[in-house]
């Protein structure tokens, strides 16, 4: 059995939706166990127990929240212990053109820095999953095929 940790920071609830949205698509994959936390119920050495991590968070200044990076901070006690997990971002923002994909691409970085696997998509959101405002039905149908895509990959490294 593949676990998923899904994670979020929100403030308004938009990035909450969201993450909902993922746990939904990923609970649909046979093999996948979900964990959905807000980001106060994580701590760094929660990571290494999962071998997927689905992070999202809203996007301020064209970055993760502080309290995100603050997460990704203290994950580097457990350096190398994430690596060949699953990893994947999503965000939310109040405007077209707000920073969504350079706040997922910074969720992502540091993934990678840490050895993670992580999967683009073809068509739409290519990085991952973004939303301006709350969820429309675009964004949720992204969202809901991000946790899809991350489980199924999960279940076939880690099964």
């Known amino acids: ?14 990035t909450e939706h969201m993450a909902e949205a993922v746990a939904e698509g990923a ?23 999962f071998d997927a991590i ?15 990076k603050q997460l990704f901070d203290e994950s ?9 997990k699953v990893g994947g971002a999503f965000s939310s923002s109040a405007n077209v053109g707000g920073g969504n994909e350079t706040t997922v691409l910074d969720i992502l970085k ?16 290519h990085y991952g999953p973004v939303a301006i405002g709350d969820l429309d039905k675009r964004s949720r149908a992204n969202c809901v095929k991000l946790g899809q895509a991350l489980a ?7 099964g």
């Open 76 to 84: 580097v006690a457990f350096h190398g212990q994430l690596a060949g």
């Open 152 to 158: 199924k990959l999960a279940v076939q490294l880690h």
């Open 110 to 125: 540091a993934m990678l820095i840490h050895g993670m696997v992580i999967q683009g998509e073809v068509s739409g959101d």
């Open 27 to 49: 609970r649909e994959v046979k093999g996948a166990t979900v964990d959905l936390r807000p980001l106060a119920k994580v701590a760094a050495k929660d990571l290494p127990e």
């Open 54 to 68: 689905v992070m999202g968070s809203p996007t301020y200044y064209g970055t993760m929240a502080a309290e995100m």
């Open 1 to 14: 059995m593949a676990r998923m940790l899904i994670c979020y920071y929100s403030r308004t609830g938009h």
